[in-house]
């Protein structure tokens, strides 16, 4: 970790700029609105920074703060939005996520896998997460109850993981 | 797949589809450089005993918009915490500044209310709640937590009417207040809106970036300029019923006499109408700043133009400083009601532009010689004429106002710089035309950039689908209605001209720096989808009257 306690403000945005895509990602996979992600990205740098100086790896600096920025996730609820026995299928699938680079790669493939996807799933998922329309909006479209929609949505995403892993076991 | 890999793909493509991390190095530093050193104030989350208020020692004042941090304050009267006050940081930036503030005694209930006081170069803590006040016996700028800067006229009087409030893992802030006008008259300015309100009207301000939702105050302030153009409307109808028809044909719609010579700390071009108020702006300081801040503004956007740039935080301080000053001579200016779409609307009357130029290039050593002084004042006259009609038209739309003072005023700037020598005209666009509204304090993008929202969208159904869910929570919509509004947003903004040029770096920052000419052709994109919208839409009177006044542009930024 860089020397932050002589406190430069080149120090402070390069560590920023280094962890924070892995770490807002973390909070959005977690459930967390974008706005709520910005402000935890930030108090979880904060915390950092405020903290006495450990000397810690790029690996183990990423991993401190998903950790500080995943507990304050939990504290911003009345009752943990997960429980605590879930934690290791989290991290789990975090990784598998977010691999060697926060989840880079994992966005390209994705990508890739979208033109894939069947052309009525592929429509379901630009209407849902291009044109942020509703479940009733793009039900009506496609002729679908609104359970349905969810259902398409779930399987599209489905068929979008299964693609992901594929590519990256043919890779590997 | 379970249950977290499917959240996995489902962040995923929110990100691929827009809802990326933000670089928040700058917000950290700042927060970094300006807290005290206390905790973060927190709400626990089952309290034994219920303190009336909890008051935040730490004031982290805001400096620029959506970067700073405001702080806080929470009121609770039952076992489930209910937030009706919060502690905001007022920076007094000039004047002085008093307001309704609350004991730091925090477990005494209920506690005793406090009148606070602050001058300049100090802050105090603004307790935020329905019917809390803050007033300024004298002209006065503050910072207002993360709402932007606030200018007021001497006994101005804020009262909160509403506002609402965002919990962050304990730590509440105040998202948007609602403040009416008691007394006096206010500009709102933040770094890409600014808003001007005088007593009786409500301003709504978000805090930090662009508010979602400044309708209600843009409605206020667009009745009372509405209330007044028919007043003066019906007065100028009864002027010429009554005089004679060869004394129409010679008189001037504006007389705009030019005094024999400028002079550097006064008035360089006048008129009968605004001559009382105008005169007590003072010039010499509007051109000082004016000067200052070209370079400053120039380099700012410039700096932003590049990819994956930063916002230059010096220089954006140095910016909003300096907007302070000039914010502080915008009361004047709407006190002498110089006609305009708003408070920059007023700002960018030729009258005003010619004066402030006077005092630039006096302040730049490179006064105006006799002769352009002559050819500019036949320009104001000419002009100021045109911007009255303007005024006094009536709109079906209130943007419609703002389309055609934004051509009238183009035609303008062109032609005052036809008047120029070169060395005059890098003193008022150092660097050239940046090719950005906002660059330039001589241009209309001043104007633009004060009413453009701009919205990320891939296509012309995307944009609409965004701009449909506004209006629709706005107007309040049912879902027929709102199909055919969508549909028509659509077909309006399909335009070739709206969806060539990619955003670029500065159109997608933090600043939002828009290509020169892109609000424009969006504000007469919409000025036609709007009509079409109270043509073939169904919609209430009251929605009409909403839709009809609403004053901000929306602006596709293809992706």
Redesign the interface.
Request: positive net charge; hydrophobic residues 45%; glycine residues 6%.
């Given at each position: 970790m860089t020397e932050l306690r002589t406190?430069t403000?080149d120090s402070?945005?390069a560590l920023?700029?280094a962890h924070?895509?892995e770490v807002?990602?973390s909070l959005?996979?977690?459930?967390a609105s974008?706005e709520?992600?910005?402000?935890?990205?930030?108090?979880t740098?904060?915390r950092l920074?405020r903290a006495p100086f450990v000397d810690r790896s790029p690996a183990a600096t990423a991993a401190w703060l998903r950790t500080v920025a995943r507990n304050?996730?939990v504290?911003?609820f009345?009752r943990p939005p997960f429980a605590s026995t879930?934690l290791d299928?989290?991290e789990?699938?975090?990784n598998?996520?977010a691999g060697d680079d926060g989840?880079d790669d994992?966005?390209v493939r994705?990508?890739a896998c979208?033109e894939k996807l069947d052309a009525r799933a592929r429509q379901a998922?630009q209407l849902h997460?291009?044109?942020?329309?509703s479940r009733?909006d793009i039900g009506a479209r496609l002729g679908l109850g609104e359970d349905g929609v969810k259902s398409l949505l779930?399987r599209a995403?489905?068929a979008?993981?299964?693609c992901?892993d594929r590519g990256q076991r043919e890779e590997a | 797949?379970?249950d977290?890999?499917?959240?996995?793909?489902?962040?995923?493509?929110?990100?691929?589809?827009?809802?990326k991390?933000?670089?928040?190095?700058?917000?950290?530093?700042l927060?970094?450089q300006e807290?005290q050193p206390a905790p973060?104030p927190t709400l626990a989350?089952t309290p034994r005993r219920l303190p009336w208020l909890r008051v935040a020692a730490v004031l982290l004042v805001a400096v620029l918009v959506g970067l700073g941090a405001a702080l806080l304050l929470v009121h609770r009267s039952s076992p489930q915490p209910v937030v009706q006050e919060v502690a905001i940081a007022i920076e007094v930036l000039a004047g002085e500044v008093a307001c309704d503030g609350a004991s730091v005694d925090v477990d005494t209930a209920p506690p005793a209310k406090v009148v606070q006081r602050a001058t300049a170069g100090s802050t105090i803590a603004f307790v935020a709640g329905r019917g809390r006040r803050i007033w300024c016996p004298r002209p006065s700028t503050f910072r207002l937590g993360t709402f932007g800067v606030i200018t007021v006229v001497r006994d101005s009087e804020l009262e909160v009417k509403d506002m609402e409030i965002s919990?962050?893992?304990?730590v509440v802030m105040a998202s948007s207040l609602t403040l009416a006008v008691v007394a006096g008259v206010i500009t709102w300015q933040s770094l890409t809106r600014s808003e001007a309100a005088a007593t009786g009207d409500v301003v709504t301000m978000s805090a930090g970036g662009a508010p979602p939702a400044a309708l209600v105050a843009e409605n206020a302030e667009l009745r009372r300029r509405v209330d007044e153009l028919e007043r003066q409307n019906r007065e100028l109808s009864l002027d010429r019923e009554r005089q004679p028809v060869s004394d129409q044909a010679s008189t001037p719609a504006t007389t705009v006499e030019a005094p024999p010579a400028p002079a550097a700390s006064s008035m360089a071009f006048s008129d009968p109408r605004f001559a009382d108020a105008l005169a007590k702006i003072d010039w010499a300081t509007m051109g000082a700043v004016t000067h200052e801040m070209t370079p400053v503004l120039a380099e700012l956007v410039e700096a932003m133009t590049k990819e994956d740039a930063?916002l230059p935080v010096d220089l954006a301080i140095k910016v909003q400083q300096l907007n302070s000053k000039l914010l502080e001579q915008v009361p004047a200016l709407l006190a002498a009601e110089v006609p305009g779409f708003g408070a920059n609307g007023s700002y960018t009357h030729p009258l005003v532009v010619a004066n402030t130029l006077a005092s630039t290039l006096q302040a730049a050593g490179q006064p105006m010689t006799s002769t352009q002084h002559q050819r500019l004042a036949g320009l104001v006259n000419a002009f100021s004429a045109e911007a009255q009609s303007i005024a006094d038209s009536a709109h079906e739309v209130a943007l419609d106002q703002l389309l055609a003072e934004t051509e009238m005023k183009d035609r303008f700037f062109t032609e005052m710089g036809v008047a120029l020598t070169p060395e005059q005209t890098k003193t008022i666009h150092p660097g050239g035309p940046s090719g950005y509204d906002g660059a330039s304090l001589c241009d209309t993008g001043v104007t633009m950039r004060a009413h453009m929202q701009p919205i990320e969208a891939?296509n012309p159904?995307?944009f609409a689908?965004?701009v449909t869910?506004t209006l629709s929570q706005e107007l309040g919509l049912d879902?027929a209605t709102e199909q055919k509004v969508r549909d028509i947003i659509t077909r309006g903004t399909a335009a070739d001209e709206l969806w060539r040029d990619p955003a670029a770096a500065a159109e997608l920052s933090q600043a939002h720096f828009l290509r020169a000419g892109r609000t424009k052709t969006a504000l007469r994109h919409q000025v036609q989808w709007m009509r079409m919208i109270r043509q073939q839409v169904q919609l209430t009177p009251e929605q009409l009257k909403k839709l009809g006044k609403m004053s901000r542009v929306l602006v596709p930024l293809p992706r």
């Open positions: 406190i403000a402070v945005q920023v700029r924070q895509v807002w990602r959005r996979y977690l459930g974008a709520l992600a910005d402000d935890l990205v930030q108090e740098f904060l920074l304050f996730y504290k911003s009345r879930e299928k989290i789990a699938g975090w598998g996520f989840g994992t966005l994705l990508r979208l998922v997460y291009e044109e942020r329309r009733a779930r995403r489905a979008l993981r299964t992901i | 797949m379970n977290w890999d499917d959240r996995a793909i489902d962040a995923a493509l929110h990100e691929l589809h827009g809802s991390a933000p670089d928040l190095s700058a917000r950290v530093l927060a970094l807290e973060l989350s919990k962050v893992q304990g930063e891939k159904a995307d689908g965004s869910r879902e």
